[in-house]
């Protein structure tokens, strides 16, 4: 059976191996991807709430601002994402 | 294969056989388009019924109608554009309502895809929005307004070499790439999310010890399948509110 | 041994060559491009000019009541406010007439008195004057019929004494230089 796996691990062409490669490392390039957009949104969330404590009436403000900040943050993970599904299943 | 767990390949989750009109042509019909197709079909619907109810008092169908209304009205346009942004209304109100509705099909069984995990709904709706904002821009600065969108007024002389490709490419190129990845990549994440689940419920449902584990899989295949519901309304909203941030930036210079 | 190696190297490259073949799962297609953009633009369409004019419509509608119902409530809560000072304002007046008139009266009285008082001190300091000039003018009349009952006691005394008349004038200046010593002296 080893024989085989090696065998068709033979037979794979050079771009196939590298695909595969790919692949692997395409878990990592996402994980990255997700660390900084997480802390972003994290103090975004964070400075929003004390904003919307220390002046309650300027909450609807703040909330709409808060999700146009997370919107654009949150491209950054979803490149990263996108760049994810691109390693692995292209 | 872990633990004898098949997880599917991606274009059987996304990619979807014609229901009529031939493989590959320009117009095959297939569960997106059918799910685009619902979406228009439902909007009018909700909105023919509740613009037949008469009286002041809002109730019913009418009601649900007028707060999605009020909502795009005073939560979206007058947060971010204001009183003169009340005509793009119409085109605010039909983009929630379209993405609203094919994204909630992400949960709706039978269906169970949100039609905006293909690539197509979010691109063609970003080009148009990219389009519109353009054409708002035309009509209210002129052909200024692609000078005005590169180099803001009060810049500095030495900078603008550096400020205008940056400029040109954060507007014209960014946006509507960034707008449409981010409702795609949002659904489809949420797609392949739910699907794991699934499958890993599938493959647990088994007469061995792992069975054990099922209980709480299945616990979180519920809370996930809420939780997508809010990821389809928040993108909606999202995606509605930069198309007016967008369209209202492009009505008056920056300053 | 060899043919069934072979037979896996096949299976394995068909498999290579299908997923090369897998078409990208994020590339848009154009068929759904197509519908996509046909049903988005018949909806933005049908609500631009079919769907949402009745919905704005009674929205605004509604609006327009609240709104002028708040108006008719800030005008009837104007009137209230105008007629409640216009109230305060006859109140304040009568208030302020009914003081006047006290104290128009008050002042009427006061000086009513005040003039009787003043009347009462003038016919006390009249009586008393004309009492004064009786008693300045009784006193005179007793002081001159004193100084001649004097005068002619005097000389008549002396013309006994002296068994000759006296010059009569002289001896009157006399007698009123004494009498008028005594007066000033007592």
């Known amino acids: 059976m080893s024989m085989l796996a090696q065998i068709a691990y033979d037979a794979t062409s050079k771009a196939e191996a590298q695909a595969i490669t790919a692949s692997g490392y395409a878990g990592l390039a996402y994980g990255l991807a997700t660390l900084g957009p997480g802390i972003g949104i994290g103090y975004l969330v964070g400075q929003s709430v004390q904003a919307m404590a220390r002046q309650p009436e300027a909450a609807g403000m703040v909330r709409t601002t808060m999700f146009l900040g997370i919107a654009f943050t949150e491209a950054l993970a979803l490149i990263g994402f996108v760049v994810f599904i691109l390693l692995k299943f292209v | ?255 | 041994m060899l043919a069934s190696i072979l037979a896996a190297t096949e299976v394995v490259t068909t498999e290579v060559t299908k997923v090369a073949e897998t078409k990208n799962p994020i590339l848009p297609t154009v068929n759904e491009m197509f519908w996509a953009a046909v049903f988005f633009v018949l909806l933005w369409a049908l609500m631009k000019f079919v769907l949402l004019p009745p919905i704005t419509k009674v929205m605004n509608a509604r609006d327009e009541k609240v709104r002028s119902d708040l108006q008719a409530a800030e005008a009837a809560e104007s009137t209230r406010a105008s007629k409640l000072a216009e109230y305060e304002a006859g109140l304040a007046g009568a208030r302020a007439e009914a003081v006047a008139l006290l104290e128009a009266a008050r002042s009427e009285g006061d000086a009513e008195r005040r003039s009787q008082i003043a009347a009462a001190e003038a016919d006390a300091a009249a009586a008393k004057a004309e009492a004064a000039a009786a008693v300045a003018d009784a006193k005179v009349r007793a002081r001159s019929e004193l100084t001649a009952s004097i005068t002619d006691i005097a000389v008549g005394a002396a013309e006994a004494v002296v068994q000759k008349s006296i010059d009569r004038a002289a001896q009157t200046a006399l007698v009123e230089d004494y009498v008028n010593r005594s007066g000033s002296q007592n």
């Open chain 2, 1 to 255: 294969m872990i633990f004898g767990l098949e997880f599917p390949p991606i274009e059987n989750l996304v990619e979807w056989p014609n229901l009529f009109g031939p493989a590959e042509s320009w117009y095959g019909f297939n569960k997106i388009a059918l799910i685009n197709l619902v979406a228009l079909v439902a909007t009018s619907l909700l909105f023919l019924v509740a613009g037949r109810s008469k009286g002041l008092v809002p109730k019913g169908t009418r009601n649900l109608v007028e707060s999605g209304v009020a909502f795009i009205r005073d939560g979206i346009i007058m947060e971010t554009v204001g009183p003169e942004g009340i005509r793009y209304l119409p085109y605010l109100v039909s983009l929630f309502f379209f993405i609203l509705i094919t994204n909630i099909f992400e949960v709706i069984p039978f269906f169970h895809m949100p039609g905006n995990a293909r690539m197509a709904g979010p691109a063609v709706l970003a080009l148009l929005t990219w389009v519109y904002f353009i054409a708002v821009g035309l009509k209210h600065q002129g052909l200024k307004y692609f000078w005005n969108s590169v180099a803001p007024p009060g810049v500095p002389k030495a900078l603008l070499p550096l400020v205008i490709p940056i400029e040109l490419l954060s507007t014209f190129i960014v946006r509507p790439f960034s707008l449409a990845v981010r409702l795609f990549a949002n659904m489809l994440a949420g797609h392949i999310l739910l699907v794991t689940f699934t499958v890993l419920c599938i493959t647990l449902f088994s007469a061995t010890l792992l069975a054990l584990v099922l209980p709480f899989s299945f616990a979180m295949l519920v809370g996930l399948t809420g939780f997508e519901i809010m990821v389809a309304f928040l993108q909606a909203y999202i995606f509605t509110i930069l198309a007016a941030v967008y369209i209202g930036s492009s009505m008056h210079a920056e300053h």
